[in-house]
């Protein structure tokens, strides 16, 4: 029978238990509290506590739009999010060209693989 | 016999009869009043959802049921006076069927309580809340149906009441566009699967899965075999939505509301138990299932990436999540396709059951969390009335619930521990790991990005100045993400429940392609 309140999962090569993950959790924010509390007191007011985006300062009403986040992922990957733009084209056509290529592919794997178990 | 008695008898069949009579008759009884109706929708869906959870109940207590119908008993499979061939349609359930029928059901009923107040003020209810409940019967269909021809016709109500959902707000045309889309990429699969069928029964004389499956062993897999085989695996691979057949997946999630975005997630869920069953029940036992794997495999692994690094793209929160859901399904693909590539031999008992048991996890999590964030997606529009991330921020300074509904959404996708996506990733990479180390790189990869992605998402909607003066959204939408965030909590703290009662079952049960053909052929009693 199962015991709810073991809800350990083995897995092939160890185990995990939720329960002790939150316990680990919850010490590890009592220890950063801890660390916290024994923090620098003597911090200095005004700049320190300021936010800067990019090295200028921020007014509490700037937004950085979606289109902008994660700009240098995009730019370094431009060439492989070029090509897939060119096959997203949004033409019904492309669409079941991709299937019957697949249905072809998936043909031609079992002619050479074997078919047969 | 006794109410009770009929419903436990007639099961299978009241899951399906359930949503159809209530369907035809949502039409008729709106004419009363739309609260009238809604009573009326809830209680079916609740009934249905009832259904389900007995389904997986009698499959864990007492094996497979089989349902014919016209037999009498309702158990008769084969008739004396049948040749030995079960010759009417013959439902059978096993864990996979239960499980699917349950998360079918279960996203039914809380798409429908989201629409209470979400399609509240609009046009034509009474055929939108009909489609929604078709679109249940749909699912359910294909989840307990043991005949294929039976399969084809729910796949095909599956198909045309999400299409016409989808176009259910017209959306300057786009909406109609992306319906007349995916309408178009599903009737051509369903003549693909037509097509199969007919080979099959030229071949076999029977519609009926264990036969066919029976027979095929018996006579050996032929080139004809073969072609109807790759007929359904990839037709139903891009009814689910796997890369590089995917595209429709954007255009329908994009435009379709929230909660029929996340109802058409599941009916996809479905196509993914149909590719699951047609290769390890119909083709399982003579077809080579070490190729038709590492083909699950491949597709798997495109459609993480692909998905995953497509969504990173997005600045339409809708269709973000759409390709998301593409991503997702590569992990299910990729978990039980490990599972069936190591099948009969001695790594499937070392990690294919286990990655099998993860890719089916993933499924139910998927579900849970995959439907939260289409629901907080779909709040997100309600209140603002663009699905532009770019003209969204400060959401959370007034619609805070729907923030921690996103975030729990978020963080599950994302696989951080403790919420159930952790889980299912955790199986999925341990066991993928052992056939192929790349395999579950990919898959660690891919998870960063989705965190990375819903982490912009988060941004650019909720954080930040506030820029829109809205409210909360109404209750009936708050308890249908609350409902999904209750277990998407509860299966990541005690996934033992899950994995005991939904999963493992569901796993051996497609694992035992002969126990499913024995229970049918050998009487179904």
Known sequence: ?117 | MSVWDFIITNAPALAIAVPLLGAFLTPLIYRAGRKTALIWVLSVLGFTEFLALLLVYLVNTYGIQVYVFGGNPSTLAIPPDSGGIPIRIIFTVDGMSAFTALISSTIGLVAGIYSVASEKGRGAQDKFFALLLLLVVGMMGMALTGDLFNFFVFLEINSLSAAALVSYRIHGGKAVEAAFKYAVVSSIGALMILFAIAILYGEYDALNMAMIAERMYQTGFSAMDMIAMALIVVTLAMKCGAVPMHYWVPDGYGEAPGEISAMIMVASQASLYGLFRMCFTVFGLSANTHSLGWFLIILGLLSMFIGVTMAFLQHDIKRLMAYHSVSQTGYMLLGVGVGLATLGTSAFNQYGLFAMEGGIFHILNNMLYKGLLFLTAGAIIYRVGTSDLNKMGGLAHTMKFTAIFYLIGALAIAGIPPFNGFVSKLMIYESVYQLNPFLAVVAAIVSMLTLASFLKVFHSAFMGPKLYNVKEVPKSMLIAMGILSFFIVLFGIFPNIAMTYLVAPAAHALADPVGYITRVLGGGA
Do not use: C
């Not at chain 1, 709810?4 to 092939?12: A, E, Q, R, V």
């Not at chain 1, 990019?54 to 999010?81: F, Q, R, V």
């Open chain 1, 1 to 117: 029978m199962m015991n709810p309140f073991n809800p350990s999962i083995s897995t092939p090569s160890g185990i995990w238990n939720p329960l002790v993950w939150i316990l680990v959790f919850l010490l590890s924010l009592l220890i950063a509290y801890v660390i916290y509390l024994k923090g620098e007191k003597q911090r200095k007011k005004g700049m320190q506590e300021e936010i800067f985006l990019s090295g200028n300062k921020a007014d509490g009403n700037t937004h950085i739009k979606a289109s902008n986040i994660g700009w240098g992922y995009l730019e370094a990957m431009k060439g492989y999010y070029k090509l897939m733009r060119d096959i997203h084209t949004g033409i019904i056509n492309d669409y079941v060209g991709w299937f019957l290529g697949v249905l072809a592919t998936m043909l031609l794997i079992f002619l050479f693989w074997g078919g047969v178990r």
